[in-house]
């Protein structure tokens, strides 16, 4: 009989080094960037708890000691177990934060106990992912069937539909990253498409005319249809391509003339003004425009090499707001320059690749579509993140995950990260 003793191969060779070290390695240098960020010019010290930068130590010191227990103290395969219950659990909290909170910046997101600040969002990531890897991850699962497609896309609506109730555009839109975890699991690549459409005549009828949305509709699905009627020869399947025609031009057209309202009545003014400056509309460099402004000349001014560690003139004096938080890259850029963006967007390149790698060579499907989910979430923060500090997406206040300052986001991150990191290990010991 195999003891368990002889099942285990050794930590050297059951946990992915590589991962927890470029964890390490984003989490260390993104607090020293938070020190330059909030430092001022003053001779101060990076551990004084009177700057964002003292409070991220200790928020660093509690995420290393989660680490350390989600990996070594708690047994991987509760956590498929209890996706159900802590699901249930987050969905009640993103609901009573919208009662409970008080307005922070246009949204109600936020629990407040004492000194401390706790973001159910952040949660709400980490128990869909493992509700969704559990109810995909189970034998009866068939991405072909209506049924469970449905199923699994009202695991990942509910909660991003409460997330927008709290007007925290930015964290629901990560939500959208889930339908990768779809996309590889079977889903048709043509909803991915649909997705890219939507967006396109959304920002097509902003900027001109609905007409000319509608005839980019036209023309999208005119193309649509002479490319598979040539292809298909059957009668049934010919009716399936116009049908799915029909009703693609259908929701296209219900999009345009649903965009005036959505734009108009369900966005806040911050939200509306924000998108009218990144597409071009207006500009607004004093006002709504001002953050992304002084981003691009904080990260434009950085040259090749940066102006140095602590040197940024734009990041001493402060002229980037949020730039602790949102726009952390900013410090990168001024002060560590070209060389220094490249780095950081290379250190989570590997991270999102050993996520996918180790996800492909799972052995369950649980930890299959958990890792892919973890990956998904990495990499749609890193998008928007980017996106906004670039002025190519609407500022929308979302992290640079395991980089800005943050416990709530650092602490979630973590979890959703050794949680795998936990799973592998576990099959690496027994399989």
């Keep these: 009989m195999i003891q368990d003793g002889e099942l ?32 001022s010019g003053e001779p101060v010290s990076i551990l004084d708890l009177s700057l964002n930068s003292g409070k991220q130590a200790l928020w660093i010191l509690g995420a290393f000691v989660i680490a350390v227990v989600l990996v070594f103290a708690i047994n991987p395969y509760v956590w498929e177990s209890v996706s159900r219950p802590a699901y249930g659990v987050v969905l009640a909290l993103l609901i009573l934060v919208i009662f409970l909170s008080s307005n922070v910046k246009g949204s109600h997101s936020w629990f407040e106990l004492g000194p401390v600040k706790f973001q159910p969002a952040e949660l709400s990531k980490i128990t869909t992912s493992l509700l969704l890897a559990s109810f995909m991850g189970r034998p009866g699962f068939k991405i072909g069937v209506a049924r469970d497609v449905l199923m699994a896309l009202a695991i990942v609506l509910v909660p991003m539909a409460i997330i927008v109730a709290e007007s925290e555009t930015g964290s629901a839109l990560v939500y959208v990253g889930f339908l990768l975890v779809l996309y590889r699991e079977g889903l048709s690549g043509w909803y991915l498409a649909l997705m890219g459409l939507a967006v396109l005549l959304f920002v097509v009828t902003l900027k001109t005319h609905w007409w000319v949305s509608l005839l980019l509709a036209v023309a999208c ?15 049934r399947n010919r009716r399936k391509v116009i049908r799915n025609a029909l009703v693609a031009f259908a929701g296209s057209t219900l999009l345009i003339l649903a965009t005036d309202f959505f734009f108009n009545s369900v966005l806040k003014d911050y939200q509306r003004q ?35 560690y602590l040197q940024g003139t ?3 004096f402060g002229f980037v707001p949020e730039q602790s938080t949102d726009f952390i890259f900013c410090t990168v850029g001024e002060e560590w320059g ?46 928007i993140n980017l996106g906004m500090t670039l002025g190519l997406m609407p500022v929308i206040g979302i992290p640079l995950p395991l980089f800005s300052y943050g416990g709530s986001s650092l602490w979630a991150f973590t979890v959703l990260l050794f949680i795998f990191i936990a799973l592998d290990r576990q099959e690496k010991k027994y399989f």
Excluded: P
Excluded at 221 to 235: D, I, N, P, S
């Design 8 to 39: 285990d191969r050794g930590l050297r060779k059951t946990l992915d080094w590589r991962l927890i070290a470029v964890y390490v390695l984003i989490v260390l240098f993104g607090w020293i960037n938070i020190y330059a960020a909030v430092r």
């Design 314 to 316: 734009q990041t001493t």
């Design 338 to 383: 070209f060389v220094g963006c490249v780095f950081v967007l290379a250190l989570y390149g590997l991270l999102i690749f050993w996520l996918v790698q180790d996800a492909e060579r799972s052995r369950t499907a649980f930890t299959r579509i958990y890792g892919y989910c973890v990956a998904a979430c990495f990499f749609m923060h890193l998008v």
């Design 274 to 308: 924000r998108i009218e400056v990144l597409l071009g509309i207006k500009e607004d460099i004093r006002g709504v425009g001002y953050n992304v402004h002084q981003s691009l000349i904080a990260i434009g001014s950085g040259g090749l090499f940066g102006k140095g």
């Design 221 to 235: 699905v005119a193309g649509y249809l002479v490319y598979y009627l040539r292809r298909v020869t059957t009668l």
